[in-house]
């Protein structure tokens, strides 16, 4: 079955930028019918969307995060990526990618990796 | 933003028992209404879509109901799998938003 799996560094110094990729194994990422996204969740907090992509290059961003957030597909290595720019102590968060179907509405998150810590320090 | 409230914060219920959760939202949402559990370490698992669309292998003690701004996730005969958090999150305008989660515990 689909599987995501997100990777990158668990520690970012703040003002750099976050890069974090996730690898879908077991499916296509260009199957049309899906999106791909992230969300996340502070310590001992609640979840937040950050953004969602889909193969043809259509992104949806959360505003709050818009001016810093750039989101990628990479089709020929079944892998989409987030870059969040100059990070702050307030972006140390639990990262998760995440798929979401696209019939009925777009929206709801069907598939997640594990997560991946991050932690924003100098 | 939508804001999506949740109540309890905090739910203490014994095995067999049967819970409901309330989430509001301050607007009109329709019915594009998720709801996700989460156990501590792990990632969310999608329940419910569409406020009362049962995912694939979700067991049928699930529901789901409500429309406009008032849902509830009912848990018909709690079993011992079922003591995590649960969040519902409204995806019918952007920015998609959660609840801020009811913890569900062992009485």
């Known amino acids: 079955q689909v599987q995501l799996q997100e990777s990158g560094p668990g520690l970012v110094k703040p003002s750099e930028t976050l890069s974090l990729t996730c690898s879908v194994s077991g499916g296509s990422i260009t199957f049309a019918s899906f999106y791909w996204g992230w969300v996340r969740q502070a310590p001992a907090k609640g979840l937040e969307w950050i953004g969602s992509i889909h193969y043809t290059g259509y992104t949806y961003h959360n505003p709050s995060l818009k001016s810093r957030l750039t989101m990628s597909v990479d089709a020929s290595k079944e892998q989409f990526s987030l870059r969040l720019r100059s990070v702050t102590a307030a972006d140390t968060a639990i990262y998760y990618c995440?798929?979401?179907?696209?019939?009925?509405?777009?929206?709801?998150?069907?598939?997640w990796g594990q997560g991946t810590p991050v932690t924003v320090s100098s | 933003d939508i804001q999506m409230t949740q109540s309890p914060s905090t739910l203490s219920a014994s095995i067999g028992d049967r819970v409901i959760i309330t989430c509001r939202a301050d607007e009109s949402i329709t019915s594009w209404l998720a709801w996700y559990q989460q156990k501590p370490g792990k990632a969310p698992r999608l329940l419910i879509y569409?406020?009362?669309t049962l995912e694939s292998g979700v067991p049928s003690r699930f529901s789901g109901s409500g429309s406009g701004a008032e849902f509830t996730l009912a848990i018909s005969s709690l079993q011992p799998d079922d003591f995590a958090t649960y969040y519902c999150q409204q995806y019918y305008t952007y920015p998609f938003t959660f609840g801020q989660g009811t913890k569900l515990e062992i009485k």
């Open positions: 995440v798929r979401l179907p696209n019939w009925g509405a777009l929206g709801r998150f069907d598939l």
């Open positions: 569409e406020t009362s």
